[in-house]
């Protein structure tokens, strides 16, 4: 604090920060998602809680595009006051290494915490003869280049996934991408593509319906969310361990005393048994950080995935 604004504040003349570090006009959640996505999902479901602790408006705006890049190049070039924040996916730390953009995935943002994660499930069409991930493997290996996989895209967790199991295992695995969830979805259930991971949520409706045969679990452990789905580590893909996880960002330079602020709301809105709720639903935990935690997080995440994008020569579209 500088000198002068300390005198002002002992003469009363202004407020501390901490006192005001809340939103003094409406908040807006730009999101580089499209509806209906998991980062949506969360924002919506915070959005009128934080709009109650805050007493200011909460708006939900879809920015979706270009893997996520859209969304984040408008916070990036957003006033860091609060008013603009988003819910984010860790895919989009992969962002530089597909698009050309002017922002900084590192630098050009104010961690404020971490929100929940997800894991993945592998799944097949019930025309392919698999149940679990042994008859997987053999399949794959009969079906040779021939055997394929869908994603929502390039750089998407849906395909990033893939290419790690690939990694691992020496499957060949032929990806089809395509520009969004949805029509990729609809594929795998038309038959058109024989395989692709999913999210949880996802992967325990369409299963429900008998629209698609699970096959694993991309995390080391069984989701809490879901016991009866074995892991790939424990069906012999050892450490084999991949989820996504979602948090609160705002543009670099916020001050560091409403950033504790708004760590704080956003702990407190994420314990309400009603929230955990709705984000179980759809297949995510809640998981919560300090802004120091999730800034350390984005860098390796964002080293441990440039690794893998590099590995397995991964080339934008």
Not at 214 to 224: D, K
């Amino acid at each position: 604090m500088n000198e002068l604004r300390r005198r002002l504040i002992a003469a009363g003349l202004v407020a501390p920060l901490v006192a005001r570090a809340q939103p003094t006009r409406p908040v807006r959640f730009i999101l580089g998602q499209t509806a209906a996505t998991t980062p949506d999902l969360i924002a919506r479901t915070l959005a009128p809680r934080l709009q109650a602790k805050w007493h200011q408006p909460v708006i939900v705006e879809n920015r979706g595009g270009a893997g996520g890049a859209i969304g984040l190049d408008a916070l990036a070039k957003s006033a860091p006051d609060g008013h603009t924040l988003t819910v984010n996916v860790n895919s989009t730390l992969t962002l530089p290494l597909f698009f050309k953009i002017d922002f900084d995935v590192l630098e050009s943002f104010t961690p404020i915490t971490l929100l929940a994660e997800n894991i993945f499930v592998l799944v097949v069409h019930p025309s392919v003869p698999a149940k679990n991930f042994a008859e997987f493997r053999d399949w794959a290996k009969r079906e040779g280049g021939n055997a394929n996989y869908g994603s929502p895209g390039n750089g998407t967790h849906h395909h990033l996934i893939v290419e790690s199991l690939k990694l691992r295992t020496g499957l060949q695995l032929t990806h089809i991408p395509y520009k969004g969830s949805a029509p990729a979805f609809t594929d795998l259930m038309g038959g058109q593509i024989a395989t692709m991971f999913v999210p949880m949520g996802t992967a325990l409706s369409l299963g429900g319906a008998g629209k698609i045969r699970v096959i694993g679990g991309s995390a080391r452990e069984r989701s809490r969310l879901a016991p009866q789905i074995p892991s790939l580590h424990e069906q012999g893909v050892k450490d084999f361990d991949y989820s996504s996880w979602f948090s609160a960002w705002g543009p670099a330079g916020m001050a560091s005393d409403l950033v504790a602020k708004y760590n704080a709301t956003f702990h407190e809105v994420l314990a309400e048994p009603q929230v955990q709720e709705t984000l179980a639903k759809a297949g995510a935990s809640v998981r919560t950080s300090t802004p120091q935690e999730l800034d350390r997080l984005n860098r390796q995440d964002f080293a441990a995935l440039a690794k893998l994008v590099k590995d397995a020569h991964i080339k934008g579209d």
